[in-house]
């Protein structure tokens, strides 16, 4: 079973261009989580969806977009990088919204 | 604010017993995880706990308590794979994880 993939596993983007990162899950998970992960710092929640065809802001939404076409996909949008935005970025998902959480692989994006 | 605090490095040795804590400030508690962060990997689900008392699960067990906002992960027969980060992660009363900076353990022979 694949669980929870991610593309790319890396990437550098020069700043001002906009970047799709990728989430799918097969398990047939309810809720869906967007994380980054920088040195030092809790794993901070950027964006989730309890169901598909919903979405809701996390702690740091702010020069980030998501959609929830369907179950499966959850796919994280830059539409203008900035280089703050450098960071490990993890896709998570759940059966429900207060059930545990399971992690992609993660997306390790530098911006210049 | 909401605020999750543990140790940033610990340092114990192979077939030893370690004790990782974590003490949180949350608005509602609704239940506390503990993960496990190899380097360059994702976390990985250890335990949780949403009663006050200790939860066992093979070399780890994992405490609550509730009233003084405090838990810890226990690791017993440390092996040099148990070398990871530890993060510990309560879920709000907006069912939402609020995450510790993570708890480095380094396993030394």
């Known amino acids: 079973t694949a669980g929870i993939t991610q593309a790319p596993t890396s990437q550098i983007l020069a700043a001002g261009r906009s970047m799709t990162l990728r989430c799918t899950q097969d398990m047939r998970h309810n809720a869906m989580y967007w994380y980054r992960q920088d040195l030092g710092l809790g794993l901070r929640l950027i964006h989730y969806s309890n169901t598909a065809g919903t979405t809701g802001k996390g702690e740091v939404p702010d020069g980030y977009s998501v959609s929830r076409a369907n179950t499966d996909d959850f796919p994280l949008t830059l539409a203008s990088a900035v280089p703050s935005q450098t960071s490990v970025y993890f896709c998570?998902?759940?059966?429900?919204?207060?059930?545990?959480?399971?992690f992609g692989p993660g997306t390790r994006l530098t911006v210049l | 604010g909401q605020n999750i605090d543990q140790p940033t490095e610990m340092t114990a040795t192979e077939g030893a017993i370690v004790q990782i804590n974590c003490t949180y400030q949350?608005?509602?508690?609704?239940?506390l995880f503990w993960y496990q962060q190899h380097a360059g990997e994702a976390p990985t689900f250890l335990s949780y706990?949403?009663l006050d008392g200790l939860e066992e699960k093979g070399r780890f067990s994992s405490f609550l308590s509730r009233s003084k906002g405090y838990s810890y992960l226990l690791l017993k027969e440390l092996q040099m794979k148990d070398s990871a980060s530890y993060l510990c992660?309560?879920?709000?009363?907006?069912?939402?994880?609020?995450w510790g900076a993570g708890t480095k353990l380094i396993i030394k022979p």
């Open positions: 949350t608005s509602g508690f609704n239940g």
């Open positions: 998570a998902s759940s059966t429900d919204g207060p059930d545990t959480q399971y």
């Open positions: 992660a309560v879920m709000d009363s907006n069912y939402q994880l609020i």
């Open positions: 706990n949403v």
